[in-house]
């Protein structure tokens, strides 16, 4: 009986060295948590000083903060398990103080990007701060790179094939075949890196044989890219005016009349 249940045991830690590190974590911190009452909210505001709060709201503001370095979403479940710990009874305050302290002192804006598994990105709000973010400049290797692959993909109509954007930065002479000595592994620097960080999407194309794959814009170049600011760039590497791309410059002008409104 005894073998039988180390049996089991074994059978079950094997089962989870398989599962994603996030998975276990999303099962094991965040399915426990439920959303307050408003009721339980206030009655969780009345228990605690103005200050044990605002203390929290800054831990929090502190922890994203740091998060948000490797430029990939912050899980609820990590917010609460290593900073609200026992205030999730006012869990819906303290994000939204935390994202008003965001939007005063940073600039940025706290964005869940995923409703489903509760995760968020920090994105920069560039009417509100005008140091834009790095994506937006090309000077640095690394957003200089992602900018390219932004720009390939939005004047192409918003998704591309993947062979498009290989032979795109081939010109540039970046290979995703060859280490680079800016990028290193460019091939995993554009679909691992980028993609973890929401600014790439790269997804499989139904029904190819041999198998394709194609990119899109990600939820957090959606956020933080200024479509026009791309389209003048372009303009101007191609020395024509932004109105010469007709759909783009809709596009553009669009997503600015969309941003100025929010």
Same mark, same amino acid.
């Given at each position: ?8 045991? &074994? ?74 710990? !026992? ?5 819906? !305050? ?18 869940e ?21 790095a ?7 690394? &957003?200089?790179l ?22 795109t ?9 060859e ?11 554009? &679909? $691992? ?18 198998? $394709? ?10 956020k $933080? ?38």
């Amino acid at each position: 009986m005894s073998q039988k249940r180390r049996l089991a045991g &074994t059978q079950s830690s094997q089962s989870r060295v398989f599962m994603p590190n996030e998975v276990v974590m999303e099962e094991d911190e965040d399915v426990s948590f439920t959303q307050p009452s408003s009721s339980q909210l206030q009655r969780g505001l009345d228990r605690l000083t103005p200050a044990q709060v605002d203390r929290k709201v800054a831990e929090v503001v502190q922890f994203i903060l740091i998060k948000d370095q490797k430029k990939v979403p912050i899980k609820r479940a990590d917010i609460v398990k290593n900073v609200i710990k !026992e205030y999730k009874n006012i869990y819906p !305050e303290i994000i939204k103080r935390a994202n008003m302290k965001f939007e005063k002192v940073f600039g940025f804006q706290l964005v869940e990007v995923d409703p489903k598994n509760h995760a968020y990105i920090l994105v920069n709000k560039l009417e509100q701060n005008p140091r834009q973010p790095a994506v937006m400049s090309p000077g640095h290797p690394k &957003t200089g790179l992602l900018f390219v692959i932004l720009s390939v993909i939005f004047m192409k109509g918003g998704v591309v094939k993947e062979p498009v954007v290989w032979n795109t930065l081939k010109k540039l002479r970046v290979d995703q075949g060859e280490k680079h000595e800016e990028f290193g592994d460019v091939k995993k620097l554009v &679909t $691992e890196e980028f993609v973890r960080q929401r600014y790439l999407e790269y997804t499989r194309i139904p029904h190819t044989e041999p198998l $394709e794959h194609e990119f899109r814009w990600g939820v957090r170049a959606e956020k $933080e890219v200024d479509k026009m600011k791309m389209l003048e760039f372009v303009s101007q590497v191609h020395d024509q005016e932004p109105q010469t791309w007709t759909k783009q410059y809709k596009e553009a002008m669009a997503a600015k009349g969309g941003s100025s409104r929010s």
